[in-house]
């Protein structure tokens, strides 16, 4: 089982970037997927997760207005938009591994399952 994440640069600060993460079964569609980050010495952080069916996204308070996460079947995105340099960091991709979950803690990815391998995201200001 795989998740393939890409879409990771260096760009300036108000730039936009658009992530994205593939899974590599197609029984990743049931499941609640999202992203994390994580920079040097900090512990990794939630950003955005989505619901198996698309239709509820969740937000870190950091991110709220400026980045959108989506989904189409088992790949998911993550559209970010007015990028600061406090958003650099290693962007990881996660899932859960109940088929459409539909507590609020699988559907925030509390506990992922599945991780992706991760990609840099740097803002320069």
């Known amino acids: 089982v795989q998740l393939q994440a890409s879409g990771g640069g260096l760009v300036q600060a108000g730039d936009s970037l658009n992530l994205s993460c593939s899974a590599s079964?197609?029984?990743?569609?049931?499941?609640?997927m999202g992203w994390f980050r994580q920079t040097p010495g900090k512990a990794r952080e939630f950003v955005a997760s989505?619901?198996?069916?698309?239709?509820r996204t969740f937000y870190a308070d950091s991110v709220k207005g400026r980045f959108t996460v989506s989904r189409d079947k088992g790949t998911v995105y993550l559209q970010m938009d007015n990028l600061k340099p406090e958003d650099t960091a290693i962007y990881y991709c996660?899932?859960?591994?109940?088929?459409?979950?539909?507590?609020?803690?699988?559907?925030?990815?509390?506990?992922?399952?599945?991780w992706g391998q991760g990609t840099q995201v740097t803002v320069s200001s």
């Open positions: 996660a899932a859960d591994s109940e088929p459409y979950c539909s507590g609020y803690g699988c559907r925030t990815l509390a506990h992922p399952d599945y």
């Open positions: 079964e197609r029984t990743f569609s049931t499941y609640a």
């Open positions: 989505i619901d198996w069916s698309g239709g």
